[in-house]
């Protein structure tokens, strides 16, 4: 385990919050509920049939974590809540009182009543299954009208890049195209998540092919444009633009391209213009830089909610758990 992991993990312990999973019934969650509750690491709710999980891992001890089962609790608080939030979107209240029951749903909504911290689901869902209800339910945080997901890479050793060689990628899972509004909103809140989860102050740089109007053209406009929205939204925020990748990162380019820039050469916060750019940076620096890409991690919720890989492990459950521990700590 990388020292990252090792911090994120320690910091969640302290934090101690409670934390639903709602694939209750999944073998890697059961694992991964056990660990966490022998680590004190966060209290966790399984949600799932006692007899089910009991019959699915029964060698597992589930000793300190809770189990609630939709079919013998009295969910009407939950089913009044969705009805009055959705009621405005044709949501009746017999549908209402069916949905609950979905666990998807039913964890969503124990965060939002502050039943619990936060969500984590994902190892046997699709990423817009998980991620519908809490869009529906506990929506974007004040200020932010995107979700989007972000990377925290760790790299080398020997890597003079980043903070400690620890850098945030975003967004490379979420948003195919974002607009201008949309990666000023992943910016910011990229720079949430590498300050609360990574442990690193965030010189954010905005990407592009073009440095400082090098080049012209719509997506370059489009880059600049988030730029001046960010700024607005969040004046305290180290962050600059467009810049390109040689000019963010490496401080003798910096000096040629963008000399007048703080951020440029210092980078440790990288805003991709689209997902295509995105999602194929991150993993050309897992591959051939040999970095650990931690993640993804949701962003932009008013409260965490995270989505797994369908291919995670219980370690991976576990360290997704501690991220989303340090959200709601945040």
């Known amino acids: ?38 680590l004190q690491m966060a209290r966790i709710t399984l949600i799932g049939d006692e007899k089910v999980i009991s019959a699915k891992c029964p060698d597992v001890d589930l000793k300190g974590v809770e189990i609630f089962n939709p079919k013998t609790h009295d969910l009407s608080k939950y089913s009044d809540l969705l009805y009055e939030l959705r009621k405005s979107k044709g949501l009746e209240k017999s549908d209402a009182q069916k ?8 964890g969503v909504l124990m965060v ?23 869009l529906q339910i506990i929506k974007t945080a004040p200020g932010i ?85 960010a700024h607005k939204a969040a004046p305290d925020l180290a962050l600059d633009g467009e810049l390109q990748l040689d000019a963010a990162i490496v401080e003798s380019v910096a000096k040629l391209k963008a000399p007048s820039s703080k951020i440029a050469g210092h980078a440790n916060v990288l805003i991709f213009p689209d997902l295509q750019a995105g999602n194929i940076g991150y993993k050309l620096v897992q591959r051939l830089a040999g970095a ?39």
Do not use: W
């Open 1 to 38: 385990m990388t020292a990252l992991l090792e911090s994120i993990r320690r910091k969640a312990k302290k934090a101690y919050k409670h934390i639903v999973l709602a694939e209750g019934e999944e073998e890697r969650i059961i694992v991964a509920a056990s660990r966490i509750a022998d």
């Open 99 to 106: 949905l609950v029951l979905n666990p998807l749903y039913l």
């Open 112 to 134: 939002k009543c502050g039943d619990a911290d936060g969500m984590v689901a994902g190892s046997v869902n699709a990423t817009g299954d998980v991620l519908r209800p809490a």
């Open 145 to 229: 009208n995107t979700v989007s997901s972000c990377f925290i890479m760790v790299l080398p050793e020997f890597s003079k890049y980043g903070e400690n060689g620890i850098m945030v990628f975003g967004d490379c899972a979420v948003n195919p195209n974002p607009t201008a509004e949309q990666l000023a909103d992943i910016a910011i809140a990229s720079a949430s998540s590498a300050k609360s989860i990574a442990g690193i102050s965030p010189k954010v740089a905005m990407l592009s092919f073009s440095t400082k109007g090098s080049a012209k053209g719509e997506l370059v406009d489009k880059v600049q444009q988030a730029v001046e929205i």
């Open 292 to 330: 650990e890409a931690v993640g993804p991690i949701c962003q932009g919720f008013n409260k965490p909610v995270n989505d797994l890989s369908r291919g995670c492990s219980a370690d991976d459950v576990v360290n997704v758990v501690a991220m989303t521990a340090l959200q709601a700590m945040n």
